[in-house]
């Protein structure tokens, strides 16, 4: 089976793609944090966008969340793996996104 990369990866239906910022090294005050402590970031860059929610009418829900977009997600959402060496998680637009970063 060929390894997969990033560029070759199409989210199916309302779902996106995302890769997790870094969890941060620093508090804010300057305080190092150790890796036992960072937890997961909910915070994230958008890869790659599904084409939307097929409604009942047959046609397909817009999209609010663009490729390129940084956005908050909920703690547990989604599923985590690891593609190009970068952790990623597939997200249900609806559900999991909670805000787009301006």
Known sequence: MKASNVTNVRPLSDRLLVRR???????????????????????????????GKLLPDG??????VQKGDTILFTKHAGFWGKLDDHEVVV???WNDVLAVVE
């Open 59 to 64: 046609t397909r829900g817009p999209m609010p």
């Open 21 to 51: 910022a870094p969890a941060h090294d620093k508090s804010k005050g300057g305080i190092l944090i150790p890796d036992s402590a960072k937890g997961l970031n909910q915070k994230g860059e958008v890869l790659a966008v599904g084409p």
């Open 91 to 93: 997200l249900v637009e």
